[in-house]
């Protein structure tokens, strides 16, 4: 339902409104109305008389059955831009389960809200692919989904259309497309929530608040632990681009310490086109172990850790525990981001 047309009518109205015949609705992490709650799966419903299929429940993708008794899958959803944005592999996952059904595919375009300019973060090593590392690629990619998914279908093999957007260019953020942004999850309220993202994302595999169970998810973090003067005056410290830290208290009711009074820094995103969520979520991360070294810990379960799922590597945890400077981090990830991007040229859609 957060896909809707600049007049701010759904897509499936939309589509029905132009006179196609729609058997069937399929839904992505959070439900086809974006309220379910992060990590939730999401049960089968129906809608005036349509099915929701969940494809964040009891399956991933649609079962050959279903694929064929349709004649085209018509996907429109706004992505966030980053890899670990769950939409991304449901997406990946139905090309791949209509490509083995031979049903085309049309995918309608639309802005990525980080713009297309910025790459950051490293590609996906093969044994840490999982639905939020779902491809070779960057975690902030720097590509509209269709952009992405014509580049990712070179090995998938879909029977794939683009709509392209009129009007779009490479760097747009979402405030300069004039468009209401509708939230695709209870976590994504706001475009800037989206890049403020691109590296707070990163605290989930740390035991610190990403902010999720408040009024400003991703977008203000801590722990219980955590002196928000001191932290504030660390980040502000380093002269980050286009980024400015506030002092903050805030008490989650979902999520990490729940009921608990977290201290922690606000995130206020001054200049968008200078600002590079990724290396300041790894600033962050070095603040809080230089802080709070005994205290800040990689949240690990089974010998897996969560932190190398979202990063796609273990590289940068380990890079961390070997007291590694950021700025080395970030010269690897510079290197792998810039041969991604030129390898991702030329499937560009928009200058």
């Known amino acids: 339902a957060a896909s809707q047309t600049c007049d701010g009518v759904t897509t499936l109205r939309a589509l029905r409104e132009c006179g196609l015949n729609v058997t069937a609705v399929f839904a992505p992490e959070h439900g086809y109305f974006g309220v379910g709650a992060a990590g939730d799966h999401i049960a089968d419903e129906q809608l005036e008389q349509l099915p929701i299929y ?6 991933r993708s649609p079962s050959a059955d279903i694929l064929r008794s349709l004649s085209t899958v018509i996907i429109d959803m706004q992505d966030v831009g980053l890899r670990w944005y769950t939409f991304l592999a449901t997406i990946i996952d139905m090309l791949r389960a209509c ?17 297309g300019v910025v790459v950051e973060g490293i590609r996906t090593a093969k044994e840490f692919l999982s639905i939020v590392a779902p491809a070779i690629i960057p975690v902030r990619y720097g590509m509209t989904l269709g952009e992405l998914m014509l580049m990712l ?17 490479r760097d747009m953020f979402y405030a300069d497309t004039e468009l209401l942004w509708s939230a695709t999850s209870p976590g994504m309220p706001d475009p800037i929530t989206a890049l403020v993202y691109s590296g707070t994302c990163l605290l989930e595999g740390l035991n610190i608040s990403e902010g ?4 400003l998810p991703f977008t203000q973090i801590g ?26 208290w ?46 800040v810990i990689f949240l690990e379960q089974d010998g897996q850790y969560w932190f190398d799922r979202l990063t ?6 380990r890079a961390f525990e070997q007291g590694m400077p950021v700025a080395e981090m970030l010269e690897v990830c510079a290197e792998e981001s810039r041969a991604f991007q030129a390898a991702s040229t030329s499937f560009w859609l928009y200058e």
Not at 54 to 59: N, Q, T
Not at 153 to 169: F, K, T, V
Request: include cysteine; aromatic fraction near 10%.
């Open 99 to 115: 490509q083995a059904a031979d049903v085309p595919v049309l995918l309608l375009d639309r802005p990525n809200p980080l713009s």
């Open 153 to 169: 279908n070179e090995e998938i093999g879909a029977q794939l259309d683009i709509i392209p957007m009129r009007g779009w260019r």
């Open 54 to 59: 969940s494809l964040y429940g009891e399956r």
């Open 223 to 248: 722990a219980p632990f955590v002196e928000s003067e001191a932290l504030a005056e660390v980040m502000n410290g380093l002269g980050l681009p286009g980024v400015a830290f506030r002092p903050c």
């Open 312 to 317: 796609g590597s273990s590289y940068l945890r």
């Open 250 to 295: 805030f008490m989650p009711n979902t999520g990490k310490y729940v009921g608990e009074r977290c201290g922690g820094v606000r995130l206020f995103v001054t200049e968008p086109s200078n600002y590079l969520g990724f290396a300041t979520g790894l600033h962050l991360i070095a603040a809080l172990r230089a802080l709070y070294p005994k205290q």
């Open 212 to 215: 999720r169970g408040t009024a």
